[in-house]
């Protein structure tokens, strides 16, 4: 069975400071995705970033970067320079395969406190 | 990017009742999921509505206490029945383009 584990349910930064949020997966798959998903307290899911698993430079997008090292099945986000909107719930997921038709499997979520 | 549109954002029910959500998206989808996300928890899919053929449903859901109907392929409901307070959660609907998955903001619902 494919599962996501985030193990800090809680962390906080300083505003322009740099967190990292961690994630780890199990799977015996060789085809999938990574994704981060934030989910401030409006409650809408907005995507972060995504990593396909064949690829091995890790995503970045903005202040926002990913370690993806597969043979460790371990997946963490970067934020750099943390913004007061960046406080939100964040969620890894994964998916198998490329198409967009498959489920996605969430971790736990690590609630992120960016204080002034 | 893709719009989703769910209604409604948020209900009060009482418990035997049932209630609706519905979820629009501004493009042509073969899927679309719904999930749920208890209060302070991370999100469960209920099921995977395929437009055309019944849902398929997770383990630990049915389709009598959770219908889904997607006429077509810009639309689909999720009925929550005969609801309890267990119910209460957010229920969520999400659809895939172009390898990314965009959600809904969301149906906040409480059963007293």
């Known amino acids: 069975a494919q599962t996501v584990t985030q193990s800090q349910p809680e962390m906080s930064v300083q505003e322009a400071e740099t967190v990292t949020l961690s994630c780890t997966y199990d799977?015996?798959?060789?085809?999938?995705?990574l994704f981060w998903y934030k989910q401030p307290p409006s409650r809408q899911m907005i995507l972060v970033i995504r990593?396909?698993?064949?690829?091995?430079q890790n995503a970045t997008e903005n202040r926002f970067s990913v370690n993806f090292q597969k043979a460790a099945k371990s997946f963490s986000l970067k934020i750099s320079d943390s913004q007061l909107g960046d406080t939100a719930m964040y969620f890894c997921?994964?998916?198998?395969?490329?198409?967009?038709?498959?489920?996605?499997?969430f971790g736990q979520g690590t609630t992120l406190q960016v204080k002034p | 990017s893709a719009v989703i549109s769910q209604k409604p954002s948020r209900d009060i029910c009482q418990r035997g009742t049932s209630l609706t959500i519905q979820c629009q998206v501004d493009?042509?989808?073969?899927?679309m999921f719904w999930y749920r996300q208890q209060p302070g928890q991370s999100l469960t899919l209920i099921a995977t509505a395929n437009q055309g053929s019944e849902a398929t449903y997770e383990s630990g859901f049915v389709i009598d206490k959770f219908p889904i109907s997607r006429p077509n392929l810009t639309f689909s409901t999720l009925t929550v029945s005969n609801m309890s307070p267990e119910d209460s959660s957010i229920y969520l609907c999400?659809?895939?383009?172009?390898?990314?998955?965009?959600f809904g903001a969301g149906t906040r619902l409480s059963v007293l």
């Open positions: 997921a994964f998916r198998i395969g490329s198409s967009n038709t498959g489920k996605l499997i």
């Open positions: 493009s042509q989808v073969t899927m």
């Open positions: 799977t015996s798959e060789s085809n999938y995705y």
């Open positions: 990593q396909e698993a064949y690829k091995q």
């Open positions: 999400s659809m895939g383009l172009g390898n990314i998955q965009y």
